[in-house]
T-cell receptor, first 115, second 110 residues
């Protein structure tokens, strides 16, 4: 069974440009999460989809970030315009959400560098 | 809101035992999870405690005390490959919301 995949693995852009990150969750997982880890700090929650609906987007930093999950399958996270402080590793995770542990399966992450 | 505290770094000798503590403050607590992340890799799930007590999975064990808002991860017979960051995480909000701590970087030395 394929795991969570993310694209691209790395992205280097200039301040003010736009970047779109993609996440393909494990097939059948209704829950999809976006996280960000900056400079070895905590894994910070950004938002949570249940199927195509945003369940919780309390972690989104500001309106420069837009996440979508069309059809409840893959998700995109767009940053427009990018700022220097947006640099970090963006992780996507998915889970079935049917077990008490809500074990999350993480993708390999997208390392974003804003110059 | 939720907050979790864990030591930033721990160093231990190969073959030894190490305990990584986690204290939390949260509303709507459902359980405590632990994840491992190697440098440059993705976090991977290790364990979950919903009830007080110790859960054992091979060399790794996890403990929870709900009354103390405290848990720990115990790693036995340390191996060099155990060098990684370890995150505790609180399940809340109908168990589907997971809030991660700041992570503990474990270095295993020969």
């Amino acid at each position: 069974e394929a795991g969570v995949t993310q694209f691209p693995s790395h992205s280097v852009i200039e301040k003010g440009q736009t970047v779109t990150l993609r996440c393909d969750p494990i097939s059948g997982h209704d829950n999809l999460y976006w996280y960000r880890r900056v400079m070895g700090k905590e894994i910070k929650f950004l938002l949570h989809f249940v199927k195509e609906s945003k369940q919780d987007e309390s972690g989104m930093p500001n309106n420069r970030f837009l996440a979508e999950r069309t059809g409840g399958t893959y998700s995109t996270l767009k940053v427009q315009p990018a700022e220097l402080e947006d640099s970090g590793v963006y992780f996507c995770a998915s889970s079935q959400g049917t077990s008490g542990s809500n074990e999350q399966f993480f993708g390999p992450g997208t390392r974003l560098t804003v110059l | 809101g939720q907050s979790l505290e864990q030591p930033s770094e721990v160093t231990a000798v190969e073959g030894a035992i190490v305990q990584i503590n986690c204290t939390y403050q949260t509303s709507g607590f459902y359980g405590l999870s632990w994840y491992q992340q190697h440098d440059g890799g993705a976090p991977t799930f290790l364990s979950y405690n919903a009830l007080d007590g110790l859960e054992e999975t091979g060399r790794f064990s996890s403990f929870l005390s709900r009354s103390d808002s405290y848990g720990y991860l115990l790693l036995q017979e340390l191996q060099m490959k155990d060098s990684a960051s370890y995150f505790c995480a609180v399940n809340s909000g109908g168990y589907q919301k997971v809030t991660f701590g700041t992570g503990t970087k474990l270095q295993v030395i020969p």
